[in-house]
Nanobody
Framework: QVQLVESGGGLVQAGGSLRLSCAASGRTFSNYAMGWFRQAPGKERGIVAAISRSGGRTYYADSVKGRFTISRDNAKNTVFLQMNSLKPEDTAVYYC????????????????????WGQGTQVTASS
C-alpha cells in the first residue's frame, strides 16, 4: 500500500498562485509514476499533470500548460504541483495518484491506470 496525503490547497484570487504537495509513504516512492487530477462540481475527474518515476518526463493538460509545473523530490517522497496564474475555472478538488511502474520514463494520463489515491485538497480561485 501507498498512502498519499495532499496539502497546500486553499482560496486564492484569480491570478494568484498555490503550491500543492503530496507526501507518500508505505513503499519506495521512486518506483511510482505520479499524477495530479482534479474534479470540479458536476464534472468528471481529469488529468492535470503527470510525472515519470525519474522526474525526467512530464505531461500537462492543455488547459494548464505554461501555468502549472509538476515536480518531485524522491529523497523526500513528495510530488508537487506549482500553480500560477490561477483562473476561476481551475477551482476543483485536486488529487494526487501513484502508479507502480517498471519503466522509469513512463507517464500515465488516465485515472484508471493509477493504483493509489490521496484524499484530495480543495483549490478555489475567486474572480
Amino acid at each position: 500500500q501507498v498512502q498519499l496525503v495532499e496539502s497546500g490547497g486553499g482560496l486564492v484570487q484569480a491570478g494568484g498562485s498555490l503550491r500543492l504537495s503530496c507526501a507518500a509513504s508505505g513503499r519506495t516512492f521512486s518506483n511510482y509514476a505520479m499524477g495530479w487530477f482534479r474534479q470540479a462540481p458536476g464534472k468528471e475527474r481529469g488529468i492535470v499533470a503527470a510525472i515519470s518515476r525519474s522526474g525526467g518526463r512530464t505531461y500537462y493538460a492543455d488547459s494548464v500548460k505554461g501555468r502549472f509545473t509538476i515536480s518531485r523530490d524522491n529523497a523526500k517522497n513528495t510530488v508537487f504541483l506549482q500553480m500560477n496564474s490561477l483562473k476561476p475555472e481551475d477551482t476543483a478538488v485536486y488529487y494526487c495518484a501513484a502508479r507502480f511502474s517498471t519503466d522509469s520514463s513512463r507517464l500515465y494520463g488516465i485515472d484508471s491506470r493509477y493504483d493509489f489515491w490521496g484524499q484530495g485538497t480543495q483549490v478555489t480561485a475567486s474572480s
